[in-house]
């Protein structure tokens, strides 16, 4: 199962920190081709293209790019990085840091979300479905369980239910779904 992360990444300078805010290690310094940014160059990462290191070795290959990021896939984990931190190296597409750094920094940025995400798992949020819809509140968080309250009564879910959307507290169901799945249906 992979990893994702999303990196923040300066070009000609070291990683400075994943989305979290948490500081990840500094890279190997850069070299020639490397400080100047891909969107700077015009040379951007193309899709199924392989991404090295500044010293030669292979980071991963772009997943997907949205123009603005590019998901660099190391088998390991997927990490979406700014174009402009990409170089241009003799191979292709070239990253300040070796697959190990990138891993160890999506790592600890998917260990901070993780985080930051129980931490709003709290008696009273709100829980919002598929589409954005309030399904309920939090009633308790017990262990690996959480009790929803909804209009038709409590729903005792597993903690691995919910996750993290734009309004909040989400889990993947509409309010009909959940309210099948109380029925026991």
């Known amino acids: ?6 990196l923040l990444l ?6 400075a920190a994943n989305a979290q805010g948490t500081q990840a290690p500094a890279p190997a310094a850069q070299t020639g081709a490397a400080q100047t940014g891909a969107a ?4 951007a990462p193309k899709v199924g293209g392989t991404v ?16 603005t990021n590019a998901v660099v896939d190391t088998g390991t984990v997927k990490a979406a990085i ?3 931190s990409f170089g241009t190296g003799p191979n292709g597409p070239l990253l300040a840091m070796t697959k190990a750094e990138l891993e160890a920094a999506a790592g600890q940025g998917a260990a901070q979300a993780a985080q930051n995400f129980r931490s709003q ?3 009273g949020a709100t829980v919002y479905g598929v589409g954005g819809s309030s399904l309920g509140t939090i009633k308790a968080v017990e262990g690996e369980f959480v009790t ?10 597993p903690l691995g239910s919910f996750g993290p959307g734009p309004q909040g507290v989400t889990i993947g ?13």
Do not use: E, N, W
Request: without cysteine; charged residues 15%; proline residues 3%.
């Open 40 to 43: 700077q160059t015009g040379a």
């Open 10 to 15: 300066a070009a000609a300078t070291p990683l």
């Open 173 to 185: 169901m509409t309010a009909a779904q959940l309210d099948a799945a109380m029925a026991g249906k």
């Open 148 to 157: 929803v309250t909804t209009a038709k009564g409590d729903a005792r879910l």
């Open 82 to 84: 700014p174009l402009t």
């Open 52 to 67: 090295y290191d500044a010293q030669g070795g292979t980071v991963g290959t772009i997943a997907s790019t949205d123009g």
């Open 121 to 123: 798992l709290t008696t």
């Open 1 to 6: 199962m992979y990893r994702y992360a999303f």
